[in-house]
Structures are given as structure tokens and as C-alpha cells.
């Protein structure tokens, strides 16, 4: 068992199916690959507007591919409703607004918040891991755990998008700084957004870094060399 998971976003293989609202590519197949060549976990984003994974998509998954299934869902009552039913191994909650292209930075947890911290028991009630995608600053960490989550994705967006080698050194050091209190929170930590081929491997060596989860860049390789090998080049880099 390697030490960092790989979790594999597969929406964009939705994204292309719903190009043309065909049959393929079926993220169940992708599923399957993307398993049986060193994936950990699949991970699918159910957005509100349905743009590229539908919900018929994560009962195929759930039912047809034997393997871990973490969702990425808005924190609203009916992507609850879903994930009661649907009953993924873990979720991670994210922020979501209609006109993004893809997610934008971390939830915003500070604060009093009785409708999150009702969701956040009402999926853990079911057995159902909890995560949530945060900035890596110290008051949303702290918040994320008050609000009683299993785990927390620290965005690397900042990270990933940082230019040059000093501003990705600042924006790494403060990734390292937050996994530290998330292992002192005694919290599962979990990573992602913006990784590839090139940024992945520092954030791979972070001291307690339980998994990644990466999608687009492994997607965007596959093809021009196919899933399994994408799939299996980032494994590598992540062990
Ligand atoms: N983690 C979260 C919470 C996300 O919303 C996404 C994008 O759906 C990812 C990870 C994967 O990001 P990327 O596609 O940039 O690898």
C-alpha cells in the first residue's frame, strides 16, 4: 500500500460525453481504468447544473465498479438527499457558484454555520466520511474540525498557480504550515486542484499527507497517451 493516495477526478471525461450527450466516453469505464492502473479512488463533482457528471453517472459508479467512491458536492439539502442516498465512501464539500469554470478556492467555514454543521452530521451520521475543501490558513482548519469533519482538502490552487520558484516556495511552505495543524487536529489530510505532472511531487512529500486528489491534468494526458499509462505516470510521482 503506497503511502499517499491517488484519488482521479473523472469529470472531464463526463465533460466530453456531454459534448455530445452520447453513450462515451462512460465514466464507468474510466472508473475501471483508472482503478486497475494504481487509482486509489474516484472522485466525481455532482454540480448543480448537471455540466458534466449526472446523477445516473454515480449510481453506475457505485453499483458497477468495485472501489472507493469520494463526491465532491455544494453543502445545500439536495446534494445531501443525494448522498444519503447514494451513500459514497466520503464526500468533500466544496463551494460552488454557477459561473465557474471550476472550483474557486476554499469553503468559507468561519464563523457560526448550523446549517454546515447539520449536513456535516447528517452525512456522518450515515457513515459517510466527511471533507472539506479549505484554504491553507489556520482559522478555516480550525473551523472545518469544530464543525466536526473527518478530514480536510487544503486547496493548491495558490499553489499550483504561483509563479515563479519563490512564489510556489511561499505558497508551499503555507500548505506545509497548514498540514501541520491538521495532523495535530489529529484530521485526515487530503490535497488538490491546479496539481499536474510538474507541480505534484512536493505536495506528495508533505509530511501526513494521506491522499491527492487530481483530475484534470491526468484527463488532459490521457489523451494523448491513454488513461491507464496517465494514470499510472502520476502514481508514481505521488508515491
Ligand atoms: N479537489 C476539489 C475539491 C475539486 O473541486 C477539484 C476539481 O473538481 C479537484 C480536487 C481536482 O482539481 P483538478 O481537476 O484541477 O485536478
Not at 14 to 40: M, Y
Not at 214 to 220: A, L, M
Request: proline fraction near 4%; charged fraction near 25%; glycine fraction near 8%.
Amino acid at each position: 500500500m503506497s503511502r499517499v493516495k491517488l484519488g482521479v477526478n473523472i469529470d472531464h471525461v463526463a465533460t466530453l460525453r456531454q459534448a455530445r450527450k452520447e453513450k462515451n466516453p462512460d465514466p464507468v469505464e474510466a472508473a475501471r481504468v483508472v482503478l486497475g492502473s494504481g487509482g486509489d479512488m474516484i472522485v466525481m463533482h455532482l454540480r448543480q447544473d448537471r455540466r458534466h457528471v449526472q446523477e445516473a453517472d454515480l449510481e453506475r459508479v457505485r453499483q458497477d465498479v468495485k472501489g472507493l467512491l469520494h463526491v465532491e458536492l455544494a453543502a445545500i439539502p439536495e446534494m445531501e438527499k443525494i448522498a444519503l442516498k447514494l451513500r459514497p465512501d466520503s464526500v468533500c464539500l466544496v463551494p460552488e457558484s454557477p459561473r465557474e469554470v471550476t472550483t474557486q478556492g476554499g469553503m468559507k467555514v468561519e464563523g457560526k454555520n448550523p446549517e454546515l454543521a447539520r449536513i456535516i452530521k447528517s452525512l456522518s451520521d450515515a457513515g459517510i466520511g466527511v471533507s472539506l475543501f479549505v484554504d491553507p490558513e489556520p482559522g478555516a482548519i480550525r473551523a472545518a474540525h469544530n464543525l466536526g469533519a473527518d478530514s480536510v482538502e487544503l486547496c493548491t490552487t495558490a499553489y499550483s498557480e504561483a509563479w515563479g520558484k519563490k512564489l510556489q516556495a511561499r505558497e508551499l511552505e503555507k500548505l506545509q504550515l497548514a498540514s501541520f495543524l491538521v495532523k495535530e487536529l489529529e484530521m485526515e489530510l487530503h490535497a488538490g486542484h491546479g496539481l499536474d505532472y510538474y507541480n505534484v511531487s512536493p505536495v506528495a512529500r508533505i509530511d501526513g499527507m494521506d491522499c491527492l486528489n487530481i483530475g484534470y491534468s491526468i484527463i488532459s494526458r490521457a489523451l494523448f497517451i491513454g488513461l491507464k499509462n496517465a494514470v499510472a505516470e502520476m502514481k508514481r510521482l505521488v508515491q
